[in-house]
């Protein structure tokens, strides 16, 4: 005769093997130091928004493992955010003139609604890096997912930037109606990938994509002009390939040193004729 297993329940105070409990903080001045280990993603954004709000102008938060929302929401210039480990999804998200430093990978939604500040991932990210990004800027050393960049938007001088220094899956800049995406293909996992998939720029009706290399026209939105970028459009470029070597210890001029591949979109609406007339 079969038995049922035992619902074991968890210890109090733990949610999904975390302990709900606050982080260890230790404090040198405008320096604060907090061991993420095991802490449950809450109590660990409490710590961070209470330091802050104390005056810590350089946070850094060790043993992160996948904790969501680091940064979230902080409208404030002149921190620093170091996170060693994984950070969870959403890093970033509603950040306002925040720095964030990943020494690590980070999973989705990097960069969601973004409205200035700066994003360093010394390592790779998942998906939809940017989604509604309206200003400052995301690098990534390595390799991210599927439809980074989607819905990126930019409003006067508000201008966001997001760069991604390996490969990409499909719907690269899908829907993009603003800012700068720029994919280099260096930092890969796997060499025998193609440099981005499927659809680059489906839907897209403002901002530029920048591709270190070349696409074949079946990777491309049907929605987009491609050509090879220009003087003038390397103008544009450089100064951003310039910031991003140096938040990654690379060689801006190694970058520089290949074509580039410029996608803008045709139209502002490139769906116009699927939709009634008013």
């Known amino acids: 005769m079969m038995t049922k297993a035992a619902t074991v329940a968890p210890p109090a105070g733990v949610i999904e093997g975390y302990r709900q409990q606050a982080p260890s903080v230790t404090r040198d001045g405008d320096v604060v130091t907090v061991d993420a280990t095991g802490i449950y993603y809450q109590q660990l954004n409490d710590a961070i928004r209470d330091e802050v709000s104390g005056g810590a102008k350089r946070i850094v938060l060790n043993g992160v493992n996948g904790q969501r929302y680091v940064g979230c929401g902080l409208r404030v210039s002149g921190v620093k955010l170091e996170v060693n480990g994984c950070a969870g999804n959403d890093l970033a998200m509603f950040t306002d003139g925040a720095e964030i430093e990943v020494f690590g990978n980070a999973q989705d939604g990097v960069g969601n609604t973004m409205s200035s500040g700066r994003v360093v991932v010394h390592g790779d990210a998942g998906d939809v890096l940017g989604y509604g990004m309206r200003g400052g800027n995301v690098y990534v050393k390595g390799d991210v997912g599927y439809r980074v960049g989607i819905h990126m938007k930019a409003y006067e001088k508000n201008i966001p930037v997001l760069v991604c220094g390996g490969k990409a899956r499909d719907f690269f800049g899908e829907y ?101 007339s008013m």
């Open 176 to 276: 993009m109606a603003g800012g700068m995406l720029v994919l280099l293909g260096i930092n890969t996992r796997d060499a025998a990938q193609r440099i981005a998939g499927g659809f680059l720029g489906a839907g897209m009706h403002g901002g530029v994509i920048y591709i270190r290399g070349t696409v074949e026209s079946w990777q491309v939105g049907a929605e987009v002009g491609v050509t090879e970028a220009d003087e003038d459009a390397m103008a544009e470029l450089r100064p951003i390939i310039e910031d991003y070597a140096g938040a990654m210890g690379m060689d801006a001029a190694e970058i520089l040193s290949q074509p580039f591949t410029r996608i803008v979109p045709m139209s502002h609406r490139p769906y116009a004729k699927l939709y009634a």
